[in-house]
């Protein structure tokens, strides 16, 4: 019997550390044109509990609640323990990268604590990515880690990449998510998505952008509040339908699901097994 190859797929996930919903859907112009075009799609994504930035980074790589993940606040330092994108992409022999915060580095590299002295250049494979450029400062300018992610895109070529931006949470920390700074914060990482984004399709890549999580008035998260929990999903796929489907609401639980089914991978077992998102057949 002649085995049949599994076309394997590209895909550049964009988390947009603290990126609200409300204010995607007032700053995205761009990729709010495509929707409108039916060139993308969109969707209302509820992030679990707590809406906190490295449990929801663990729950958007593994498609895992933080119950079984263990990630269950910003100061559990340690490897992650589950079966995540990383992970079951170095199972297919696909090339991961990532450039992103420094926890990034610590939960899927197996190299923690972080030390920015030897830990800011991944240039050899370590744990399940193969190469990565990580921050540690909170401010570092998004538009430095998107030329980061850029590098590692052209030179490496990765299958799977991870671009994690910081300021609209460092920013919303300090001035709240109505303030001016904040919708700025958020209206500069989307310009520079709108910059890059056409030469990523042309180069074979899907596209994700999202947030792990939103923040509030005062400036905070972790709770249980729709301004906390709520995120865009965009999805850049000739996979997905295209349109408009934040009518309904589905879990960021669904994340990682999506992303296997983009590249042609297997999903772990403890991933949700039903697609919420419509894709095309």
């Known amino acids: 019997n002649k085995k049949v190859a599994v076309k394997m797929g590209k895909v550049i996930f964009v988390m947009v550390d603290a990126l609200g919903y409300e204010t995607a859907t007032k700053r995205a112009g761009y990729l709010e044109h495509l929707v409108t075009h039916n060139k993308a799609a969109k969707y209302k994504m509820q992030g679990d509990l707590p809406a906190a930035s490295r449990p929801m980074y663990e729950t958007l790589m593994t498609g895992l609640p933080a119950w079984m993940h263990g990630v269950t606040m910003n100061d559990v330092v340690r490897e992650s323990r589950c079966e995540n994108i990383f992970s079951l992409c170095k199972k297919q022999g ?15 590299t197996g190299k923690y604590p972080f030390d920015p002295y030897t830990d800011r250049i991944l240039d050899q494979p370590r744990g399940n990515l193969d190469c990565g450029i990580f921050y540690q400062n909170c401010d570092y300018p998004d538009s430095e880690l998107y030329a980061d992610g850029e590098y590692l895109r052209k030179k490496y070529h990765p299958d799977f990449l991870l671009i994690h931006p910081m300021n609209v949470d460092t920013i919303g920390h300090g001035y709240g998510c109505l303030s001016k700074e904040y919708q700025g914060a958020a209206d500069a990482s989307f310009q520079q998505i709108a910059r890059l984004c ?3 399709r042309e180069d074979g890549y899907d596209v994700i952008v999202t947030g792990d999580h939103g923040m509030d008035t005062l400036g905070l998260h972790g709770g249980n509040e729709a301004v906390q929990r709520d995120v865009p999903l965009y999805i850049l796929s000739d996979q997905v339908k295209k349109g408009d489907f934040t009518d309904h609401e589905i879990s960021n639980l669904q994340a990682a699901p999506l992303v296997c089914r983009l590249l042609g991978i297997p999903l772990s077992e403890g991933m949700i ?4 998102i419509e894709m095309e057949n």
């Open 198 to 200: 056409e030469d990523w």
């Open 94 to 108: 696909l090339v991961t990268a990532a450039a992103a915060f420094g926890w990034i580095c610590e939960l899927y």
């Open 273 to 276: 097994q039903e697609n919420q």
